[in-house]
């Protein structure tokens, strides 16, 4: 089958309005009138972000999410997405149906269409990039440097699942409910909370929390106190023991958010989250970096602070 | 140097406005007020789209300039990317530095800044995405389906310039003067022309001319008909002999234009390509696919059409 052959069958199915059914040079579309454009992009690579035998409908969903957590936590409403496939000749039969399922069942699942794209080969590994488009008010996208002094310290969900999820894929942990591998295969993007008004400052927990959290904290010019008993654990991650709190803290894949809100906002930011868990974790500060204490009010110190792709 | 160092030091200086540094989740841009926005993606793949030891900033600028021949396809006004690098542990001391000078030199030229991206890591291959943002009048933008019986077939420059290049790159002809090599290495898109009104349909000559000149007929639902020796060669194809005509007709990589015109604007479009050669080659009917006549007349006929990425 032949790359036109290819985006006709599986691609163009997912084509919304605005990708002219994949069939020209570009995709045309008229932005949501008043609003600003939120633009991301992230790649999935095989043997980097993904295993050769894993599941392409999940790597799909998963290429979507991590775009959409980007999008969530810019606080704005994802619409739509371009896609680059770069896959060898020795795909397996079935990928190509499996992958497009996957994109199609979270295009329905986060009312996104598929804008454009290109494919081509490549010599031997997978290579996936999403483009995601999505809108806010003007004005009112969530950024990192926007935390004050004195606001607490959110998050959305359980931390450190992933991490968890993905030494149990590796066979070096025990996962009975596949709870931890779903987390690790399949995040949760926070997309569609109300947030603007409320949160001063926002990431995702893509590379750890404490070096996400870091992220706001450098650029609003604070500190960050971490209470590490306060973090929330799944009762799957708690029920792997205690030693396990600097992996939580340090590993990456959650797509949780992490949120700077003032504290008497705390109460309408669990209403705009009815439905997701939220949970106060600490305090930003005058100061610099993140400092996290222990149970009995210990400094803890983590020799890595999270992810970095090198 | 680590992901983050390597954005700041390398990519941060490229970011507009809309990017905010490249230090958020996602870019946050106002769109240009009453236009609608154009978006096209295209990768460039070790292996497959550039050599190993090629020059980075040329790739860099090929990266660009290939996405940046869709948005003038689309008769679009360019303005922004986003870029994704994949990027192996054994990359050249100095490769990263030489890219990004590219992409600077080049949006620096065709007035346009990085807006976002992603980096990681890959295994073996580099791979590279840019997604362009451009922007049209509403309803203003090229279709490749607006084409009509009797509309006479143009093209931008000369045709078949890049896949001579690519073989004298590859050792199997003469390019004394480096004229060829430098088509393939680093096309001209051909943004910036004023093509609405007068233009009825248009396509870039990426896969072929015959190729790309039959999506024009099938979206269009027409026959297209020319003359072969009408098709413009430049003094160094020309000088390559008289047996390269199906090769110059099907090989890629152009990246001119190929536009349906009524033969009431022929004289407006030249007047609105002033500085760029525009050739008329042939026309427009009822039916379907593409007819190539010779000098005397007869019907020609090439094994291939042009190239496809399998």
């Known amino acids: 089958m032949d790359e036109f052959a290819r ?18 040079d570009a995709a045309v579309l008229t932005p949501p009138p008043g609003r600003q454009l939120v633009l991301t992009v992230d790649q999935m690579l095989e043997g980097v972000h993904f295993l050769p ?4 409908a999940l790597i799909a969903r998963k290429l979507l999410r991590r ?7 810019m606080g704005a409403v994802p619409f ?5 496939t770069a896959l060898p000749p020795s795909l397996p039969e079935g990928w190509l149906a499996s992958f497009a399922a996957g994109l199609g069942r979270d ?3 986060f009312e996104i269409s598929l804008l454009g794209g290109d494919s081509s080969s490549s010599r031997t590994d997978i290579a996936l990039t999403a483009t995601l488009l999505g809108h806010a008010a003007p004005g009112q996208a969530l950024r990192r440097n926007g935390a ?5 310290i959110w998050v959305t969900g359980t931390i450190g699942d992933a991490v968890l999820g993905l030494e149990a894929r590796r066979g070096l942990r025990a996962d009975p409910t596949g709870f931890l591998t779903r987390r690790s295969l399949l995040p949760d993007p926070r997309v569609g909370l109300s947030l603007a008004g409320i949160v001063n400052a926002a990431v995702d927990v893509s590379d750890g929390l404490v070096q996400d959290l870091g992220h706001i904290c450098q650029e609003s010019g604070l500190s960050a106190v971490v209470q590490a008993d306060l973090v929330p654990a799944s009762p799957e991650a708690a029920a792997q023991g205690p030693d396990i709190l600097a ?13 700077a809100v003032p ?25 610099r970096g993140v400092e996290l204490y222990g149970a009995n009010n210990a400094l803890l110190n983590f020799a890595a602070s999270g992810w970095k792709h090198f």
Chains 1, 2 share one sequence.
Not at 53 to 56: E, S, Y
Not at 67 to 73: E, I, K, P, R, V
């Open 80 to 84: 739509g997405y371009l896609l680059t």
């Open 148 to 152: 004050k002094a004195g606001d607490e």
């Open 53 to 56: 035998g894993d599941d392409p």
């Open 67 to 73: 775009n959409l957590s980007d999008l969530a936590a």
């Open 7 to 24: 985006i006709a069958e599986f691609f163009a199915p997912l084509a919304g309005e605005a990708g002219l059914g994949l069939r020209d």
């Open 107 to 109: 295009q329905r699942q």
């Open 263 to 287: 504290p008497e906002k705390s109460e309408a930011l669990r209403v705009a989250c009815a439905g997701v868990n939220v949970t106060k974790i600490g305090m930003f500060k005058a100061g």
């Open 247 to 259: 992996l939580r803290l340090t590993g990456g894949d959650d797509y949780e958010l992490v949120l």
